[in-house]
């Protein structure tokens, strides 16, 4: 399986369409900032399946849209939020301690626009960067069975 995964678009839909053109994901995850760019991509590829949480930046735009998700991808349950309520551009460790109380092994954040992958204790983090600004990166994950490979690309 492979997953698509994008963070802090801002507005900015090209980049992220140019990539599931290309890539052909089976899955798509949008980790916030801006919600209104992954409802988009929900018109624009009905048959995708597509998961997003809201970010700080969406706060305005009155979602339904939820702060974190649970969910499994293979046999690998995957933790999703954008990551400012866990103050992650201070510190990891209340994301690693959410990740680990909530049965995951995959976290995946936003927010700080830099990408990141950190292995803590028995959860890996991930942050694919920011697709819509700065370094336009995004996250691609593969998954087998209970195995999981987190890589940053560049749009």
């Known amino acids: 399986m492979q997953i698509a995964v994008f963070s802090d678009s801002h507005g900015d839909t090209e980049g992220m369409c140019a990539v599931i053109d290309e890539y052909r994901p089976d899955m798509v995850l949008h980790l916030g900032d801006c919600v209104r760019d992954a409802e988009e991509l929900e018109r624009r590829y009905p048959q995708l399946p597509l ?7 969406d706060a305005w735009d009155f979602t339904d849209a939820p702060e974190q998700r649970l969910f499994t991808a293979g046999d690998v349950v995957i933790y999703m939020t954008h990551g400012h309520r866990q103050s992650v551009k201070l510190t990891l460790d209340v994301l690693a301690n959410a990740v680990h109380f909530s049965g995951a092994k995959l976290g995946l954040f936003g927010h700080t626009h830099q990408a990141e992958y950190k292995v803590m204790g028995d959860v890996t983090l991930f942050n694919p960067g920011s697709v819509g600004m700065g370094r336009r990166t995004w996250g691609r994950i593969t998954v087998k069975g209970t195995e999981f490979k987190c890589e940053l690309m560049k749009v």
């Open 51 to 57: 998961l997003y949480v809201r970010g700080n930046c």
